[in-house]
Nanobody, 122 residues
């Protein structure tokens, strides 16, 4: 089992940047694929980005491709989401999640953090 804690959210102006972090408990972090998801008010949760256990494979949603980058540091049990050129439509609660399966199999994400709010002002 793994526990996840996100941090790094906040209020930023359009065009700005934020880096989200997700710290995981446990000594088997590298065996988990990690993903970032987001949920805006009144909308369903959507996939943002995912990364394989060794960091060699990443997937990014078309809506954020070229602006957001997912990475991980297995020595620190942490996954990151670097968000650049932020837009008001990126406003949402961002969640990290862990999966024992492939990073692009969204149904496999069974462990979730509590979320961190990102607000982008225009």
């Amino acid at each position: 089992q793994v526990q996840l804690v996100e941090s790094g959210g906040g209020l930023v102006q359009a065009g700005g940047s934020l880096r989200l972090s997700c710290a995981a408990s446990g000594r088997t972090f590298s065996t988990y694929a990690m993903g970032w998801f987001r949920q805006a008010p009144g909308k369903e949760r959507e996939f943002v980005a995912a990364i394989s256990g060794n960091g060699g494979v990443t997937h990014t949603a078309n809506s954020v491709k070229g602006r957001f980058t997912i990475s991980r540091d297995n020595a620190k049990n942490t996954v990151y989401l670097q968000m650049n050129s932020l837009k008001p439509e990126d406003t949402a609660v961002y969640y990290c999640a862990a999966s024992m399966g492939r990073p692009n199999v969204l149904q496999g994400y069974g462990y979730w953090g509590q979320g961190t709010q990102v607000t982008v002002s225009s």
